[in-house]
């Protein structure tokens, strides 16, 4: 049964599952894999680490689906049309075929299919390039499921936010109240950056999540789908979205919490683990045995699944809007195929690539975000938007070679520049300045 519309308003029950279907959009891979090997990595830090975390994960998407809200869907709206179209056209690749949804089919493949086929070991050589067979059907398996679920946008209410993210709340409340349950080993001393900048080191581990990235994305699909079903009016698109934001962030938030206080707890399940995904794992085995790889796999192909079908919808609503000459259809089929086609590089690999990027566009994304709340301030909204933008891409390309590898000690001098945040205090000066511009005075009118 769809949304009910009465005098375009949604029931309770409705509003809920619009905001189980946002919670598990955002629910994807980078969601279950970061959060535990961050606590593990963190031990005695791990206060400030999550804080920062949430802030990037829970807090910077939850305001960038109100800033869409508040926008009606127009977040770049003040850009230059080209401009707008290039920064939203590097964000949907990015969270669609490029890094996030074939991310989407590695992570389940590697915890929801891997265990249980530890003795299938097929190899394809093409040439110089090396395919792992298992992996190869699993992942184009996944996506042609996701294919079938995205090419029903108007459905996507009741096949994700009323079927199957009840079930994935389900189990995710039952492995979180495990992990404050069961004995745990003792809190250990922090690593690495973590000894250092525990709260900065956070907030950079919440950009792997992509999610402030995909709520600009989600946020217009979420408009569009209560478009859809009658509701039209901006006010109450607003009101519904902004109700959905709340739920996903306190579903995202609960589950941040169980898995952070799950790798810090570890103890010497975690030892020489590479990533969250193995330490989930290794934990679940550890303490339920084979139910418990069941179960993890259940959670994880679940949330790995809402999610990758929320972006290939979005994805491709866009890509249609932008070259409607190709439809909604042909999209969906065509991304879907391009993200089995990438899921195949390797998840260390995919993960490896993605951090330079991320750490470049994060800064535009966050001060797009920022601006849209005050636009309203703003003497001169374009102008201020356009600046401030700008600022924050320059200095986001010096933290993204910097995490490529390239030596940029010539910033040195930059505060946060060790933290990889050097866009954080140029972005926020520019922002007062434009704050503080006056408008011209008016010119008088002729006769």
């Not at 963190?42 to 926008?71: E, H, Q, R, Y």
């Not at 745990?184 to 922090?190: K, L, Q, Y």
């Not at 707890?265 to 290794?282: F, H, M, P, S």
């Not at 891409?393 to 990889?420: R, T």
Request: hydrophobic share 55%; net charge neutral; aromatic share 8%.
């Amino acid at each position: 049964m769809g949304i009910i519309v009465q005098n375009k308003q949604m029931t309770i029950g409705d509003t809920v599952g619009l905001g189980f279907m946002t919670f598990a959009f955002f629910l994807g891979a980078g969601n279950l894999i970061f959060p535990p090997f961050a606590g593990n990595l963190a031990g005695d830090n791990m206060l400030p680490a999550m804080i920062g975390f949430l802030l990037t994960a829970v807090g910077m998407p939850l305001i960038g689906l109100i800033a869409v809200a508040k926008s009606n869907g127009k977040v770049m709206g003040l850009l230059p049309a080209a401009v707008a179209t290039v920064l939203a056209v590097v964000i949907y690749l990015i969270i669609g075929p490029v890094f996030a949804a074939p991310r989407t089919g590695l992570v389940a493949y590697e915890i929801g299919a891997k265990p249980f086929i530890t003795h299938v070991d097929a190899v394809i050589q093409l040439g110089s390039l090396s395919l792992n067979l298992p992996q190869l059907i699993y992942t184009f398996g996944f996506f042609v499921i996701t294919m079938l679920v995205s090419l029903y946008p108007g459905k996507l209410l009741d096949s994700v936010g009323k079927v199957l993210t009840p079930v994935l709340i389900f189990l995710l409340v039952g492995l979180a109240v495990s992990v404050f349950i069961l004995p745990g080993a003792e809190i250990g001393a922090p690593q690495g950056e973590y000894a250092q900048y525990p709260l900065s080191k956070g907030i950079m581990e919440g950009y792997n999540t992509m999610d402030t990235l995909a709520s600009l994305i989600f946020g217009m699909l979420i408009i569009d789908i209560l478009r859809k079903k009658g509701i039209t009016e901006p006010k109450l698109q607003t009101r519904y979205l902004v109700r959905a934001a709340l739920i996903a962030a306190g579903g995202l938030a609960f589950v941040y919490l169980s898995l952070f206080y799950l790798g810090a707890t570890a103890g010497d399940i975690a030892k020489g683990v590479d990533n969250g995904g193995e330490l989930l794992t290794r934990y679940v085995t550890a303490e339920f045995g084979p139910v418990g790889v069941v179960l993890l796999a259940s959670v994880v192909t679940l949330a790995c699944l809402t999610t990758a079908v929320g972006l290939v919808s979005a994805c491709s609503e866009y890509f249609n809007e932008l070259l409607p000459k190709i439809s909604y259809r042909t999209w969906v089929v065509s991304l879907s195929l391009v993200c089995a086609v990438v899921a195949n590089v390797g998840l260390s690999q995919l993960i490896q690539i993605s951090i330079p990027v991320l750490v470049t566009i994060y800064p535009v994304a966050i001060a797009l975000v920022l601006v849209t709340f005050l636009t309203s301030l703003f003497a001169r909204p374009a102008l201020s938007h356009r600046v401030v933008l700008s600022v924050a891409l320059v200095f986001g390309v010096i933290d993204g070679l910097k995490a490529a590898g390239v030596n940029m000690s010539a910033f040195d001098f930059l505060p946060l520049h060790a933290e990889g945040m050097a866009w954080v205090l140029p972005t926020v000066i520019t922002v007062v300045v434009c704050l503080l511009v006056k408008k011209g005075p008016q010119q008088p009118q002729s006769a």
